[in-house]
């Protein structure tokens, strides 16, 4: 029971947080801030309405929210580097971004 508990929980939150990365890439993201509160509940209801949902399906779940975050953070990452080997081969141009400009 804990195991399911656990499996679910990390599920909602992993599909909430791949939730958020697409608002943000379409231009649609605002910061939601959350009570204490409000987070235990949600994490109470979350459990609580995946109490009969097989293991293998909150597995299955999980990995696919994670798998579709790994796969969002590497295309930025792609084209962060692709940008700043752009810039480091252009003369004249911005500096990199991970240093500062002064």
Known sequence: MVRE??????????????????????????????????????NREVVSANRATPRHLLREELILARSEIGEKVCARRHRLLSVRSAQEASPGTTPRLDRPSW
């Not at 499996?7 to 992993?14: M, S």
Request: hydrophobic share 40%; no cysteine.
């Open 5 to 42: 508990g656990l499996l679910a929980h990390l599920a909602y939150w992993e599909r909430a947080a791949a939730e958020q990365l697409r608002e943000f890439e379409a231009g649609r993201w605002s910061a939601k801030k959350r009570t204490r509160a409000q987070i235990e509940r949600t």
